[in-house]
């Protein structure tokens, strides 16, 4: 069974830009959660979608928003990209959610010059 | 506000001598625990999940307990290929499969 996918791997953007990442869970997982990975905050929450329909959403601003596809494929847009938001961003997928296991994609190192 | 604290940052062990990872947590409600590896460049693995207090897992040198404030990773005579971050994170209760994570425990074993 493939794991979750993530395109893609890196990414270079200027300041002021937009990225657009995308995210394949494993197959028959309905439920798609996204985090953003710095070495100074870890691990942070940026949004969960569930059966196409966000579900929950971290306490990101606004230029960070996501989407959920009826194959639940996922992506996730940043605008207006500053410094600050050099990451990796993380995809997790799992199968119904409700303290079900979220098994990680290999992440989108992105980074804002 | 839900919360996960990890002790130490940091640490470094010869193979074979044994030690514990800390994970504090306040969280409402408590659905799971949850502890991955990450290996540099690599999105988190999964390790264990742990529901409710006294409860145990193991899985080859590691071993993960539970109690109502806190969990611990246990490695036992721990080779080079166990050193990775070791990550906690919280899922609290509601209908979310949010996780709150903790900044992780750099573990370095020195042959």
């Known amino acids: 069974k493939a794991g979750v996918t993530q395109t893609p791997r890196y990414l270079i953007k200027t300041r002021g830009q937009q990225v657009t990442l995308s995210c394949s869970p494993i197959?028959?997982?309905?439920?798609v959660s996204w985090y953003q990975q710095t070495p100074g905050q870890g691990l942070q929450f940026l949004f969960e979608?569930?059966?196409?329909?966000?579900?929950n959403k971290g306490n990101f601003p606004g230029r960070f928003s996501g989407r959920q596809f009826s194959n639940s494929r996922s992506e996730m847009n940043v605008s207006t990209l500053e410094l600050g938001d050099s990451a990796l961003y993380l995809c997790?997928?799992?199968?119904?959610?409700?303290?079900?296991?979220?098994?990680f994609g290999p992440g989108t190192r992105l980074t804002v010059t | 506000e839900d919360q996960v604290t990890q002790s130490p940052e940091a640490l470094r062990l010869q193979e074979g001598e044994s030690s514990s990872l800390n994970c504090s947590y306040t969280v409402s409600g408590l659905r799971g625990l949850f502890w991955y590896r990450q290996d540099p460049g690599k999105g988190p693995e999964f390790l264990f999940t742990?529901?409710?207090a006294g409860e145990e897992k193991e899985k080859e040198r590691l071993k993960a307990t539970l109690t109502k404030k806190e969990s611990f990773l246990h490695i036992t005579a721990p080779k080079p290929e166990d050193s990775a971050t070791y990550l906690c994170?919280?899922?609290?209760?509601?209908?979310?499969?949010?996780?709150?994570f903790g900044t992780g425990t750099r573990l370095q074993v020195f042959p």
């Open positions: 997790a997928s799992s199968f119904t959610g409700g303290s079900s296991w979220q098994y």
């Open positions: 994170a919280v899922q609290a209760g509601g209908n979310t499969d949010k996780l709150i």
């Open positions: 197959s028959g997982h309905r439920s």
């Open positions: 742990l529901y409710s």
């Open positions: 979608y569930f059966s196409e329909t966000q579900r």
